[in-house]
């Protein structure tokens, strides 16, 4: 006999949606947005405050990743400035970690504490890494970054891979004059390194314009290079950010491209963006943002905010203007975290 029991669909938190149907499962949350190092296409004159910051707290940052992970927010990452400038970040990893429904949690960072604080943020529940190294060169890597540190970077990379970090992604700035050179030097490291190397194609903000003129390189001609030698594009996850991911069969490592000036390039958009001030930012160079913070203070606030959160989004527009020049209000990446 038949049974008579009737099997109901598991409810699925509501989706992040916006005018475009286009639906949001990654949070870019920015932790400072104080950084030490002095990167020529970011903050080449070094981090300069405009009057105190008053940075969301440990409950505060609980509470915005709380209210976007019952959304439907499935991967989180912890940017800055620099996110290990905060000294409460590997309890703040714990915090976050233990949200029901996170699955993804991520750190973007410049790797100056990589080599002593790996093993902790892993322990606390970090699974992933994404560190910025921008030339292989010793020389050339202080040129850009400010920081004579490639070697302690390195061996934080090899800290990490020991802490059991085995998802970690290199960030890399593309640019003309500076480190293109190096593309073969790039390559053939990553031919013996399991890790996804991604070339991010310089973007222009408002205080940068002369840097951009001189150093743009546009990523569609390294796209074709790996094409024409052999790499097959890599199928996208749903939670996955910007970048097109290559593989090849002879290297251990990827290469990623992230392309902000390619055709289409924002309309799989599946993120968003709360700054370390508890500003929600619904593009990198938008007009400006929503402010959240006085629905953080409370757990009891979370309907508040998830609502508030989805309205916003109804003004999210479909792509950036990068094209014609505009930047938006974004002066430097490190306000927000890229």
């Known amino acids: 006999m038949a049974s008579s029991i009737q099997l109901r669909p598991v409810a699925q938190p509501p989706a992040l949606v916006d005018g475009f149907a286009r639906r949001f499962y990654y949070l870019r949350l920015s932790l400072t947005d104080v950084c030490n190092f002095r990167c020529s296409y970011?903050?080449?004159?070094?981090y300069r405050p405009?009057?105190?910051?008053?940075?969301?707290?440990?409950d505060e940052l609980r509470r915005v990743a709380g209210a976007f992970v019952a959304a439907g927010t499935t991967k989180i990452r912890l940017t800055g400035g620099e996110p290990s400038m905060r000294r409460d970040l590997t309890a703040i990893i714990a915090d976050l970690k233990a949200l029901d429904g996170l699955q993804t949690l991520v750190l973007t960072t410049n790797g100056y504490r990589l080599q002593q604080k790996a093993r902790e943020w892993r322990a606390a529940g970090l699974d992933a890494l994404n560190l910025s190294i921008d030339s292989l060169d010793p020389r050339q890597f202080a040129l850009i970054t400010g920081q004579d540190r490639l070697k302690e970077i390195m061996a934080g990379l090899e800290a990490?891979?020991?802490a059991g970090f085995s998802q970690i992604k290199i960030n890399t700035v593309l640019l003309k004059g500076l480190n293109a050179h190096e593309l073969g030097l790039f390559l053939r490291w990553v031919q013996q390194t399991p890790v996804q190397l991604r070339f991010i194609e310089l973007m222009?903000?408002?205080a940068q314009d002369d840097y951009f003129a001189r150093h743009h390189l546009r990523g569609e001609g390294l796209r074709q290079q790996l094409l024409a030698s052999g790499?097959?594009?890599?199928?996208?996850?749903a939670d996955a950010g910007p970048a097109q991911v290559y593989l090849h069969p002879d290297y251990l490592g990827e290469v990623g491209l992230i392309l902000p000036y390619a055709d289409g390039f924002c309309?799989?958009?599946?993120r968003?963006?709360?700054?370390?001030?508890?500003q929600l930012h619904?593009?990198?160079f938008g007009d400006g943002g929503i402010d959240l913070r006085d629905l953080l203070q409370s757990d009891a606030d979370q309907t508040a905010l998830q609502q508030r959160i989805q309205a916003a989004l109804q003004h999210k527009v479909l792509g950036h203007r990068l094209h014609s020049g505009n930047a938006g209000v974004r002066q430097h990446l490190a306000s927000i975290g890229g």
């Open 204 to 206: 222009q903000t408002g």
């Open 267 to 270: 309309q799989s958009c599946n």
């Open 42 to 46: 970011c903050l080449p004159s070094g």
């Open 272 to 278: 968003l963006r709360v700054s370390a001030l508890g």
């Open 50 to 58: 405009d009057g105190r910051r008053d940075f969301l707290c440990r």
């Open 282 to 284: 619904l593009c990198l």
């Open 231 to 237: 790499w097959q594009l890599k199928p996208r996850q």
């Open 160 to 162: 990490a891979w020991d």
